[in-house]
T-cell receptor, first 115, second 113 residues
Framework: AQSVSQHNHHVILSEAASLELGCNYS??????LFWYVQYPGQHLQLLLK??????LVKGIKGFEAEFIKSKFSFNLRKPSVQWSDTAEYFC?????????????FGIGTKLQVIP | DTAVSQTPKYLVTQMGNDKSIKCEQN?????MYWYKQDSKKFLKIMFS???????INETVPNRFSPKSPDKAHLNLHINSLELGDSAVYFC????????????FGPGTRLTVL
């Protein structure tokens, strides 16, 4: 069964600092990758997604992620964070194999941006 | 014009009671889910239905029973509520052809006293 690891559980940054959140998955076949964001008191919303093609994916609000197949990674980056980026970030993997699909979420990373 | 809606938004009840949470999606998706998010924000999938058929049933107490009357609805009924059931429950939907990109509802905050 596939699994998703998010190594940074709680990240604290000052505004304008650069961000990189790690995400690794364990599955040897074809995957579709997602990052979701959950702002305080809200539901999860899609930040960006990778299905195929260019491994560098750009999402909303200046976020991007790079799929590195050899490292089974899909790290999230932003060059300069803002206070409004304070939220919980979830990496997710969709595996499709023989007509069966399953989405698995990581445990989440709490990002706190200090003004 | 909400894509995935849940009712109620808040639910406060006593231990031992039975309660239901309703979910509806108007996106035309073929798959719906229930997730439980605990106080540490850990998101755990509970159930998944594809075209009204149960396809994922994770290790969840049988006090939890999902019901999907049609593709657009997935309700969650909980019997004999326990303190540990307190959490935020999210409904979500997706389309298998779109790689199961999840669309989440606003959540139902359940508090068991």
């Amino acid at each position: 069964a596939q699994s998703v690891s998010q190594h940074n559980h709680h990240v604290i940054l000052s505004e304008a600092a650069s961000l990189e959140l790690g995400c690794n998955y364990s599955y040897g076949g074809t995957v579709n990758l997602f990052w979701y964001v959950q702002y305080p008191g809200q539901h999860l919303q899609l930040l960006l997604k990778y299905f195929s093609g260019d491994p560098l994916v750009k999402g909303i609000k200046g976020f991007e992620a790079e799929f590195i197949k050899s490292k089974f990674s899909f790290n999230l980056r932003k060059p300069s964070v803002q206070w409004s980026d304070t939220a919980e970030y979830f990496c997710a993997v969709n595996v499709a194999s023989g007509g069966y699909q399953k989405v698995t979420f990581g445990i989440g990373t709490k990002l706190q941006v200090i003004p | 014009d909400t894509a995935v809606s849940q009712t109620p938004k808040y639910l406060v009840t006593q231990m031992g009671n039975d309660k239901s949470i309703k979910c509806e999606q108007n996106l035309g998706h073929d798959t719906m889910y229930w997730y439980k998010q605990d106080s540490k924000k850990f998101l755990k999938i509970m159930f998944s239905y594809n075209n009204k058929e149960l396809i994922i049933n994770e290790t969840v107490p049988n006090r939890f029973s999902p019901k999907s009357p049609d593709k657009a609805h997935l309700n969650l009924h909980i019997n004999s509520l326990e303190l540990g059931d307190s959490a935020v429950y999210f409904c979500a939907s997706s389309q298998r052809e779109h790689y199961n990109e999840q669309f989440f509802g606003p959540g139902t905050r359940l508090t068991v006293l």
